[in-house]
């Protein structure tokens, strides 16, 4: 069993940054593909980026690619989201999800609560 908490969400301005993290617990983190995804009131859970297990390669929707940047400290057990230039249309859930394979498809088998972005225009 893995458990995930995302923190790290809030109101922010368009332009502005803010950084997700994701602590993960029971089970060797750094063995798992993990990845965040977010999902917007009315809209369907769309993949944000992915970090495959050992953390050398990464994965990234278009609609965030050279934006954010997702990274992965296998000693804190604890998955990042940076987030940079942030746009009204980022405003959703975020969600960290592990443990499935590699890429930005919802096939995960775990996942945290959730934290929350605003982005202001």
């Known amino acids: 069993q893995v458990q995930l908490v995302e923190s790290g969400g809030g109101s922010v301005q368009a332009g502005g940054s803010l950084r997700l993290s994701c602590v993960a617990s029971?089970?060797?983190?750094?063995?798992?593909?993990m990845g965040w995804f977010r999902q917007a009131p009315g809209k369907e859970r769309e993949g944000v980026a992915a970090?495959?297990?050992?953390?050398?390669?990464?994965r990234y929707a278009d609609s965030v690619s050279g934006r954010f940047t997702i990274s992965k400290d296998n000693a804190k057990n604890t998955l990042y989201l940076q987030m940079n230039s942030l746009k009204p249309e980022d405003t959703a859930m975020y969600y960290c999800?592990?443990?499935?394979?590699?890429?930005?498809?919802?096939?995960?088998?775990?996942w945290g609560q959730g934290t929350q972005v605003t982005v202001s225009s």
């Open positions: 970090i495959i297990s050992h953390g050398g390669i990464t």
């Open positions: 029971g089970y060797s983190y750094i063995r798992l593909h």
């Open positions: 999800a592990a443990d499935g394979p590699f890429g930005l498809s919802p096939r995960y088998n775990y």
